[in-house]
């Protein structure tokens, strides 16, 4: 695969994920120390202890660009940070994390790539790579390495009590 691995399975196979329901449905609210825009382009410009919530969703980062060119609905968020993060509350009340140097939020079709320094971690496993594209909504992931470097992957496995 010429220092490219691909993991095309679902996430952490130890459990389910969706994102809860009401989340995709709820305004999306940026908060920032500082807001530039091109009314023009359709582009803001967010500074400084930016945060994205969308529902249980919440982006963190130092810099964020809001491209909504595209149209309503088809907005896209650019998050970058040393890291920038991911969380997410799913349905059976776990949590989905990750941090990246940048994380790109496509609302159109609900996906995330992490780029730089990606990883992804939730109830204890993780995926770590140069590139990780989560679609939010069909559950799959994908990851990429370096040039190399590989992928990794640590599933973590379910601890049962005896009775």
């Given at each position: 695969?010429?220092?490219?691995?691909?993991?095309?399975?679902?996430?952490?196979?130890?459990?389910?994920?969706?994102?809860?329901?009401?989340?995709?449905?709820?305004?999306?609210?940026?908060?920032?120390?500082?807001?530039?825009?091109?009314?023009?382009?359709?582009?803001?410009?967010?500074?400084?202890?930016?945060?994205?919530?969308?529902g249980?969703?919440?982006?963190?980062?130092?810099?964020?660009?809001a491209?909504?060119?595209?149209?309503?609905?088809?907005?896209?968020?650019?998050?970058?940070?040393?890291?920038?993060?991911?969380?997410?509350?799913?349905?059976?009340?776990?949590?989905?994390?990750?941090?990246?140097?940048?994380?790109?939020?496509?609302?159109?079709?609900?996906?995330?790539?992490?780029?730089?320094?990606?990883?992804?971690?939730?109830?204890?496993?993780?995926?770590q790579?140069?590139?990780?594209?989560?679609?939010?909504?069909?559950?799959?992931?994908?990851?990429?390495?370096?040039?190399?470097?590989?992928?990794?992957?640590?599933?973590?496995?379910?601890?049962k009590?005896?009775?």
């Open positions: 695969m010429n220092n490219k691995l691909w993991l095309s399975v679902l996430f952490f196979a130890t459990s389910t994920l969706h994102a809860a329901p009401a989340d995709f449905t709820q305004p999306i609210d940026v908060q920032a120390d500082f807001w530039e825009a091109s009314i023009q382009n359709n582009i803001s410009i967010y500074r400084e202890n930016v945060e994205v919530r969308q249980t969703m919440l982006i963190t980062a130092l810099r964020l660009e491209n909504a060119s595209a149209g309503s609905g088809n907005e896209v968020l650019i998050a970058t940070g040393t890291p920038a993060t991911y969380s997410q509350t799913l349905e059976d009340g776990k949590e989905v994390k990750a941090q990246a140097n940048e994380i790109r939020y496509e609302l159109a079709s609900r996906t995330l790539t992490l780029t730089g320094n990606a990883e992804m971690s939730q109830s204890g496993s993780l995926v790579g140069a590139v990780i594209r989560y679609n939010i909504a069909s559950q799959q992931i994908s990851a990429e390495s370096e040039k190399n470097r590989r992928v990794t992957t640590i599933f973590t496995p379910e601890v009590e005896n009775p």
